[in-house]
T-cell receptor
Framework: DAGVTQSPTHLIKTRGQQVTLRCSPKSGHDTVSWYQQALGQGPQFIFQYYEEEERQRGNFPDRFSGHQFPNYSSELNVNALLLGDSALYLC????????????FGNGTRLTVT | DAKTTQPNSMESNEEEPVHLPCNHSTISGTDYIHWYRQLPSQGPEYVIHGLTSNVNNRMASLAIAEDRKSSTLILHRATLRDAAVYYCILGHTSGTYKYIFGTGTRLKVLA
C-alpha cells in the first residue's frame, strides 16, 4: 500500500519563476494538506483541500495556490518565487476533515537562487 | 490558535523509558492533543493522539493531565531509531488540519 508520494524530490528555481509541486495521497484518503518547513523549524500550514475545494488557509500570500483533482491528488503552485520560499514542502493526506492521523510524504526540497 | 510549549532537546539512554513533556495551558475543551515525530530526512510521522483519557498504542503512551493543560508522551523503551524531533500539537475537533507545529523536542538516544 503506497503511502503519500510527492514529486519532484528536489527542485532548483530562480527568483521570479513559478513552480508546481505534486502530491498523491495515501490510498483511501480524501483530504490533502500542504505544509512549508524551513530549515530548523517546524512545518507551517499552507492550506487544506477537501472535495476539490480549499477549506482552510494558513498565513501565506496569494502567490501560493493549490488544486485538488477528482482522484484526490493535489498540486501546490507558487508564483513569483522569492529567496525566502526555499524550504521543504510537505504534503499530508488524511481521511475526512479533522483529527484522523495525518500521513506525510517525504517532501519536495525547493531551492530558490 | 492554541499553542504548545516543549523543551528544545532531551537525552535518553537506549532501552530506558523516555517522558517527553508538553504544556498547552490555553487548550480548549474541543482540542485534541496530537504527537508527531520527524526522523532525519523524512516527513513527520503520526505517533498518537487523545482528548481526555490516557491513550496507548504500539508506539507509545500518552498521559494527559486532569486539567488538560499538559501532557506527556511516553516511549517505554527508547531505541536508537527513536532519535527524532517530537512535536506536540493541538487539533480542533472540527474541520481543520491547520496544525501549529512549534520547534518540537529533539530527542537524542545514547547507546
Amino acid at each position: 500500500d503506497a503511502g503519500v508520494t510527492q514529486s519532484p524530490t528536489h527542485l532548483i528555481k530562480t527568483r521570479g519563476q513559478q513552480v508546481t509541486l505534486r502530491c498523491s495521497p495515501k490510498s483511501g484518503h480524501d483530504t490533502v494538506s500542504w505544509y512549508q518547513q524551513a530549515l530548523g523549524q517546524g512545518p507551517q500550514f499552507i492550506f487544506q483541500y477537501y472535495e476539490e475545494e480549499e477549506r482552510q488557509r494558513g498565513n501565506f500570500p496569494d502567490r501560493f495556490s493549490g488544486h485538488q483533482f477528482p482522484n484526490y491528488s493535489s498540486e501546490l503552485n507558487v508564483n513569483a518565487l522569492l529567496l525566502g520560499d526555499s524550504a521543504l514542502y510537505l504534503c499530508a493526506s488524511s481521511f475526512g476533515l479533522a483529527n484522523s492521523p495525518l500521513h506525510f510524504g517525504n517532501g519536495t526540497r525547493l531551492t530558490v537562487t | 490558535d492554541a499553542k504548545t510549549t516543549q523543551p528544545n532537546s532531551m537525552e535518553s539512554n537506549e532501552e530506558e523509558p523516555v517522558h517527553l513533556p508538553c504544556n498547552h495551558s490555553t487548550i480548549s475543551g474541543t482540542d485534541y492533543i496530537h504527537w508527531y515525530r520527524q526522523l532525519p530526512s523524512q516527513g513527520p510521522e503520526y505517533v498518537i493522539h487523545g482528548l481526555t483519557s490516557n491513550v496507548n498504542n504500539r508506539m507509545a503512551s500518552l498521559a494527559i493531565a486532569e486539567d488538560r493543560k499538559s501532557s506527556t508522551l511516553i516511549l517505554h523503551r527508547a531505541t536508537l531509531r527513536d532519535a527524532a524531533v517530537y512535536y506536540c500539537i493541538l487539533g480542533h475537533t472540527s474541520g481543520t488540519y491547520k496544525y501549529i507545529f512549534g520547534t518540537g523536542t529533539r530527542l537524542k538516544v545514547l547507546a
